[in-house]
């Protein structure tokens, strides 16, 4: 057939390094940017045969996030702005990993398993981020879908959630919002004025953000973006790119690790900062504390603060959904209590001290507890675990996560919105509902959406960066990583929280464990890098050091 012949041809333009195995990870493939050439363009074939299969159009990424400058990586989007299925992650492997003249073979080979019919039209929607690799190897990813006669659309530079964005736009006919960057900026803008106008007294000082751009795309797209926000928010940018080198000693996962601010923000006492990574999709916030101590509100924080200012709009508007905040294992053993716990308590609290008439608008009690689940690492799981509720806010500690809505929930807020009979109260919380699902990006995190999303929750409930970060005090944390010869034998159970292999780690970890108070450690391999990643926490921030090195030794 006319088609494979030309993925031959352009295939040798893409050729194979003999005997090269990559793995499709945590978010796609992801190495050193000179291994990915061919990986590239069979990911274009890949994505034009998802087309094909789902009738849909298709989002490829080009991105290598938080790793450094050198990588790059590409990960594919489904129809509706989600991470790409795990069944076709295996046909992502295993195309990757054909040899030069295996190529069609593989391929013919997943036409076949998926049944898909050549003659159905593909889509794919493109885009990059600002590593110098990304120019090329993006054209490869177009080559791919070009060379089995798929349409594309380029979009350039773009953070990856805003491709996931334009990706839903499209396959929901608009409906979602209109597919172009400056639809997105238009959504989100219109959404965070209408969320902030009726807050009273918001000086300058409140509107001011300290960003850390890490030299990434998020700083070019954040700028594109402030004209949109009226001077509702007023952004000093830092590390916008333009001398720096991406994700260099800045970043979120910089800031996350290190637990300490990036070069080149210039922080006074008190100032709200946040740091986002490579493409974008994470955020974390810190402020410099009295003495100039460190204050990180990571992901955990960010959750937190999320789902109690969203069950306080539920209880306000009357709205009986339930709600669930979805961690890994990496979330601070403090939040997890405080979610479970406190939030029960602060319900209750919440429902007698209120007035006499919001509780008669009450139809039915608002569940009273903020349900808690843990997944594995790894934005694909958490996303599908907050799938199951009426609102799933999920984060990773690193900052990466959203929030999603169910159709009904959506549906339950709009509704409540458009009752002009309904009382003032309950149809001020609901319209505050809306705007806010409005201003949510839900296809995947973003750390712009975020930003501005946690923006309008401090303005709006009033509280300063230090009120936000009293919430609950984190349990002092380390995370190391450690080289070993194959990652891969470490295997996991119980969300990654305990290793089932090699034999007797675990219990060596737990022994460990015992002799500090309040600790907590486990090992995972990494999806992302070559590595071992070791979390604890402690009591102390000496106790979490300590127990960290000593898990770290203990997988050796
Ligand atoms: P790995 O390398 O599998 O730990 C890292 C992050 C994930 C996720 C992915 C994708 C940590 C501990 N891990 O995965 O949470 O964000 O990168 O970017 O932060
Ligand atoms: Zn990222």
């Known amino acids: 057939m006319a088609q494979f012949e030309e993925v031959s041809q352009k295939s040798a333009i893409h050729p194979k390094p003999v005997g090269l195995v990559l793995q499709y990870g945590t978010a796609g493939f992801r190495t050193n940017s000179k291994q990915l050439d061919h990986v590239m363009f069979r990911m274009g074939l890949l994505a034009t045969l998802r087309s094909k299969k789902t009738k849909a159009t298709i989002g490829v990424m080009v991105t290598a996030s938080h790793n450094p400058e050198e990588d790059n990586g590409v990960k594919l989007v489904d129809p509706m702005g989600e991470m790409v299925t795990p069944a076709w992650e295996v046909y992502a492997t295993q195309l990757a990993n054909a040899e030069q003249e295996e190529l069609l073979t593989a391929l013919k080979d997943v036409i076949e398993r998926e049944a898909i019919s050549m003659a159905q039209e593909a889509s794919v929607f493109v885009g990059k981020d600002t590593r110098p690799s990304s120019d090329s190897l993006s054209q490869a990813v177009l080559d791919g879908v070009h060379a089995l006669g798929g349409h594309s659309k380029d979009y350039g530079l773009v953070t990856t959630p805003q491709?996931?964005?334009?990706?839903?736009?499209?396959n929901?006919?608009?409906r979602y919002g209109e597919a172009t960057v400056k639809g997105y900026y238009r959504k989100l803008s219109q959404a965070f004025i209408q969320l902030t106008k009726n807050v009273p007294n918001r000086t300058d000082d409140q509107k001011a953000l300290l960003v850390d751009g890490a030299n990434g795309i998020g700083a070019l797209k954040v700028c594109e973006m402030e004209t949109y926000l009226k001077n509702e928010l007023q952004l000093s940018l830092f590390n916008d790119g333009s001398s720096g080198k991406l994700n260099h000693l800045c970043g979120a996962d910089y800031v996350k690790v290190q637990q300490r601010a990036p070069k080149g923000v210039e922080m006074t006492a008190g100032e709200r900062c946040c740091s986002?990574?490579?493409d974008a999709d994470r955020i974390v916030y810190y402020y410099s504390g009295s003495a100039g101590r460190f204050h990180l509100l990571d992901g955990d924080k960010i959750a937190t603060l999320i789902s109690t200012y969203l069950k306080e709009l539920l209880t306000q508007a009357g709205l009986d959904l339930q709600i669930a905040v979805v961690q890994t294992a990496y979330a601070n053993g403090s939040s997890t209590q405080y979610l479970e716990d406190t939030m029960k308590v602060w319900t209750h609290t919440l429902l007698s001290l209120s007035n006499t008439h919001m509780r008669s608008v009450l139809t039915s009690p608002p569940s009273s507890q903020v349900i808690v689940r843990c997944t594995k690492t790894g934005v694909k799981h958490l996303h599908h675990a907050a799938q199951e509720f009426d609102i799933g806010v999920y984060f990773e500690a690193n900052g990466h996560g959203t929030v999603l809505f169910s159709?009904?929930?959506?549906?339950?807020?709009?509704?409540?919105?458009?009752?002009?009979?309904?009382?003032?109260?309950?149809?001020?919380?609901a319209l505050l509902l809306q705007n806010t699902v409005n201003l949510i990006n839900q296809t995947v995190g973003d750390a712009i959406s975020d930003m501005l999303l946690i923006e309008a929750v401090l303005a709006i409930r009033g509280m300063t960066v230090q009120q936000w970060d009293a919430i609950y005090t984190d349990l002092p944390n380390r995370q190391l990583k450690v080289k070993v010869a194959d990652r891969r034998v470490i295997d996991t159970t119980d969300a990654e929280r305990r290793t089932v292999s090699p034999a007797g780690l675990q219990e060596a970890i737990d022994s460990l464990v015992k002799k500090y108070r309040q600790a907590r450690s486990f090992v995972r391999p990494s999806g992302t890098e070559d590595v071992v990643r070791v979390y604890a926490e402690a009591d102390t921030q000496e106790s979490a050091d300590a127990l960290a090195h000593e898990v770290s030794l203990a997988v050796y």
């Open 163 to 170: 491709l996931h964005y334009m990706v839903c736009c499209q």
């Open 407 to 429: 159709k009904a929930a959506e549906k339950k807020i709009q509704k409540l919105a458009q009752d002009s009979n309904t009382n003032a109260e309950r149809r001020r919380a």
């Open 172 to 174: 929901t006919q608009g």
């Open 276 to 278: 986002y990574d490579g």
